[in-house]
């Protein structure tokens, strides 16, 4: 396969935003993960609304929302885009001392949302650790990546 061109380099090879006022303006979507690893003790804390900053699912939850929101002062090239919908969803799972974050974002523009879903992982899982490191600072954040993603030129990518 051929990998394309940079398309943030212009012909000096000078870092710029890419220009996408010719490019139609249709509904995106973008489904990212991340999990977060923890002790046992940490998630049971967690679980049960017992840690002392308050309720962290929810907090994630807000923040990962938020930060779709704001990718594009967070990211140098990303273009701020009106985002029409943003989700964050977070599962315990026991077995593994962890919990798997999801953010899906939609928007009807003319880039992408692949970052935003993306950062919306990541600044949630941020939260869970900024919420519970005084009783776990070895908590791990781990496996943020792009699930999906539909719309635009290059159509629908599904993560194998």
Known sequence: ????????????????MVDVSEKPATVR???????????????????????KKGNVLETARIAGVMAAKRTAELIPMCHPLPITHAKVDLFLQPETHSIRI??????????????EALTAVSIAALTIYDMCKSYDRAMTISDVYLLEKSGGKSGTYVRK
């Open 1 to 16: 396969m051929l990998m394309p061109t940079f398309t943030h380099l212009d012909e000096q090879g000078s870092v710029r």
């Open 29 to 51: 979507a973008a489904v990212a993960q991340g999990v977060i690893t923890m002790q046992a003790e940490t998630l049971d804390l967690i679980r049960d609304q017992r840690a």
């Open 102 to 115: 999801e953010a899906a974002v939609r928007v009807v523009g003319q880039t992408g949302v692949e970052m």
